[in-house]
C-alpha cells in the first residue's frame, strides 16, 4: 500500500467521495510503505527524524503545504451547511465563514508555504497528511457518544468527562475544558463544530449561540475569539435597555473607527 492508497482509504473510512481538498501526497512512496512516522504537526526536524530512524513515510494531520494548504477554504465552507442544519440562515452562514476565512487568508501571503514539502522533496522522503478524513470521523465519534450518553439531568462537566472515553484523551496531557460558560450548566443543545477545517470562531459560535445552541463541542478556539464570545455572554446578561443602549454605543465607536 502507498501513501495516495492510504489517503483514498482515509476518505472513505470518512464516507467522503473522494480525498478531500486539505489532504494530499506530497512526496509518493516507489513501493508499499511499511512503517510510518505519523504526526498532528510536522517539521523539518520530523522529517529529519524519520529518515535517520529508518521509517518509510510521514504522515501529518495538518496540511504541510502545496495544494492541501492553498485550498483549506474549500473545506472551511463545508461550515456553511454544519450552521444551516442547526437553522442557521444560508446567507448569514456564508457571511460568517467569509468573515473566518479573513484573516488565514492575510496570514498565508507572509507564510513560507512549502517549506517543510519542499524540505522532503530534497530528503526524497515520502510524506503525504490526511486532515478532513480524521475530522469527519471525529465528529461523528463524539455525536454519537454524547447521543448515548446523555440524559435530561446531563451537564457540561458530564460531557467533558464522557470524552475520556476515548483513549487518546484519557490519556492526554491537556484535558477538556469550558472556555465559556460553567460545567455545572446544563448540557441542553449540542452542536458538535469539528470538521470545518478551522474552528468556526466567534463568527460562527455567536450565530449557533443565537439560534438556540447551548453548548459547542470544538477542538481549539483563538483567545481573542473566546474573548468576543465572553464579552457577548456578559452583555446578555444585562437588563434589555441598559444591553441597548450599550450595544448602541459601541455601533457608534465602530463607525469613527472606520471614518478614521
Same mark, same amino acid.
Given at each position: 500500500?502507498?501513501?495516495?492508497?492510504?489517503?483514498?482509504?482515509?476518505?472513505?473510512?470518512?464516507?467522503?467521495?473522494?480525498?478531500?481538498?486539505?489532504?494530499?501526497?506530497?512526496?509518493?512512496?516507489?513501493?508499499?510503505?511499511?512503517?510510518?512516522?505519523?504526526?498532528?504537526?510536522?517539521?523539518?526536524?520530523?522529517?529529519?527524524?524519520?529518515?535517520?530512524?529508518?521509517?518509510?513515510?510521514?504522515?501529518?494531520?495538518?496540511?504541510?503545504?502545496?495544494?492541501?494548504?492553498?485550498?483549506?477554504?474549500?473545506?472551511?465552507?463545508?461550515?456553511?451547511?454544519?450552521?444551516?442544519?442547526?437553522?442557521?440562515?444560508?446567507?448569514?452562514?456564508?457571511?460568517?465563514?467569509?468573515?473566518?476565512?479573513?484573516?488565514?487568508?492575510?496570514?498565508?501571503?507572509?507564510?513560507?508555504?512549502?517549506?517543510?514539502?519542499?524540505?522532503?522533496? &530534497?530528503?526524497? +522522503?515520502?510524506? @503525504?497528511?490526511?486532515?478532513?478524513?480524521?475530522?469527519?470521523?471525529? #465528529?461523528? %465519534?463524539?455525536?454519537? $457518544?454524547?447521543?448515548?450518553?446523555?440524559?435530561?439531568?446531563?451537564?457540561?462537566?458530564?460531557?467533558?468527562?464522557?470524552?475520556?472515553?476515548?483513549?487518546?484523551?484519557?490519556?492526554?496531557?491537556?484535558?477538556?475544558?469550558?472556555?465559556?460558560?460553567?460545567?455545572?450548566?446544563?448540557?441542553?443543545?449540542?452542536?458538535?463544530?469539528?470538521?470545518?477545517?478551522?474552528?468556526?470562531?466567534?463568527?460562527?459560535?455567536?450565530?449557533?449561540?443565537?439560534?438556540?445552541?447551548?453548548?459547542?463541542?470544538?477542538?481549539?478556539?483563538?483567545?481573542?475569539? &473566546?474573548?468576543? +464570545?465572553?464579552? @457577548?455572554?456578559?452583555?446578555?446578561?444585562?437588563?434589555?435597555?441598559? #444591553?441597548? %443602549?450599550?450595544?448602541? $454605543?459601541?455601533?457608534?465607536?465602530?463607525?469613527?473607527?472606520?471614518?478614521?
Amino acid at each position: 500500500m502507498r501513501l495516495q492508497d492510504i489517503l483514498e482509504w482515509s476518505a472513505r473510512l470518512a464516507g467522503c467521495a473522494e480525498v478531500p481538498a486539505d489532504s494530499q501526497v506530497y512526496v509518493e512512496a516507489d513501493s508499499d510503505v511499511r512503517r510510518i512516522l505519523f504526526g498532528v504537526d510536522v517539521g523539518v526536524g520530523e522529517l529529519i527524524l524519520a529518515r535517520e530512524a529508518g521509517f518509510d513515510a510521514v504522515i501529518a494531520h495538518h496540511p504541510l503545504g502545496d495544494q492541501a494548504r492553498m485550498r483549506m477554504p474549500d473545506v472551511v465552507r463545508r461550515q456553511v451547511d454544519q450552521m444551516v442544519a442547526e437553522g442557521i440562515d444560508r446567507a448569514d452562514a456564508e457571511t460568517a465563514v467569509a468573515e473566518r476565512l479573513e484573516a488565514p487568508h492575510r496570514a498565508m501571503h507572509a507564510a513560507n508555504i512549502n517549506q517543510v514539502v519542499d524540505a522532503a522533496r &530534497l530528503l526524497g +522522503l515520502p510524506v @503525504a497528511n490526511i486532515h478532513l478524513a480524521c475530522d469527519i470521523i471525529s #465528529r461523528r %465519534e463524539i455525536e454519537s $457518544l454524547i447521543a448515548r450518553r446523555r440524559s435530561g439531568s446531563s451537564t457540561v462537566g458530564d460531557a467533558l468527562s464522557w470524552l475520556d472515553d476515548f483513549p487518546e484523551i484519557g490519556r492526554g496531557l491537556t484535558r477538556p475544558e469550558a472556555w465559556l460558560g460553567d460545567r455545572s450548566q446544563p448540557l441542553g443543545r449540542v452542536t458538535v463544530a469539528i470538521a470545518g477545517g478551522y474552528n468556526g470562531g466567534h463568527p460562527a459560535f455567536s450565530r449557533y449561540y443565537r439560534v438556540g445552541v447551548d453548548t459547542i463541542v470544538t477542538m481549539h478556539v483563538a483567545d481573542p475569539d &473566546l474573548a468576543r +464570545l465572553r464579552d @457577548a455572554s456578559a452583555l446578555a446578561k444585562l437588563p434589555p435597555d441598559e #444591553r441597548q %443602549e450599550w450595544q448602541a $454605543l459601541w455601533q457608534e465607536v465602530a463607525a469613527l473607527l472606520r471614518r478614521a
